[in-house]
């Protein structure tokens, strides 16, 4: 191969950690269409002495918790980000992201930034749906916080679901363009979880229920008009 395609190709990777967000976004996706182009992956363009095998597994939340929806949304963000998920804890549990370190960053910023838009919408939806006129005395009654947390939970289950909606298109559009085999999950972490798989519990936690299809319409609404790229950006900001 070309030592002056791969070098091109090295220098505009590292042109993708500019600060400068234009110039970032630009010389990655040239360097993903070089990859497509000369059939070559981010490991063979790194000499191998640079190459890094090590997998490591970091928590997606930074306490153990009851949320089901958690868990799918992680799995949803890491088979996008090249990374594997897994869980442990009974009661209570964690959720952990398997990967190389620098694709487990990007999945716990775009997970923190998800779940900060989860709670931030959802507190919205559920002002305008905490009360109800009671059919008989006519009074404004509060909804007890069991349906909260019911709703809560379909609303998350509809933000999700377009979430992999718009992972699939960008799947599409990847692949159409020729640089689809960039978003492939690591050969290392796709060993290192058949290697951990024989000790994972066969009992599993279960999908978490959507109880509201009110709730669950909006959260795809929200998420396919608001999570967008400029969103995602200041969702991460923490700004609305």
């Known amino acids: 191969m070309n030592k002056k395609i791969q070098d091109t190709i090295r220098k505009l990777l590292a042109l993708s950690q500019s600060s400068n967000e234009n110039e970032a976004q630009s010389a990655l996706l040239k360097a993903q ?63 952990l992201f398997v990967g190389k370190a620098d694709d487990i960053a990007i999945c716990k910023e775009v997970y923190s930034a998800a779940v900060h838009f989860i709670d931030f919408y959802f507190k919205a939806y559920w002002k305008e749906h905490s009360t109800y006129t009671d059919y008989f005395t006519g009074k404004l009654v509060s909804r007890p916080i069991s349906d909260s947390i019911q709703e809560k939970s379909s609303y998350a289950y509809g933000f999700i679901s377009a979430l992999k909606e718009r992972f699939k298109e960008q799947k599409i559009s990847a692949d159409k363009e020729g640089w689809g085999l960039v978003l492939v999950k690591d050969t290392d972490v796709v060993a290192y979880m058949q290697a951990k798989s024989a000790s994972f519990s066969k009992h599993g936690l279960g999908r978490g229920s959507v109880s509201s299809s009110d709730a669950y319409y909006q959260g795809k609404k929200d998420g396919q008009e608001k999570f967008g790229d400029t969103g995602l950006r200041k969702v991460s900001g923490g700004k609305q």
Do not use: M
């Not at 190459?51 to 928590?59: K, M, N, Q, R």
């Not at 929806?69 to 549990?93: E, H, M, P, Q």
């Open 33 to 95: 269409e070089l990859l497509a182009k000369y059939h070559l992956s981010l490991e063979e363009i790194q000499d191998q002495e640079e190459i890094d095998h090590t997998v490591i597994e970091e928590s997606a939340d930074k306490k153990a918790h009851r949320t089901p929806w958690k868990r799918s949304l992680a799995s949803c963000i890491a088979d996008n980000f090249r990374c594997d998920t897994y869980y442990r804890g009974y009661d209570t549990y964690t959720t």
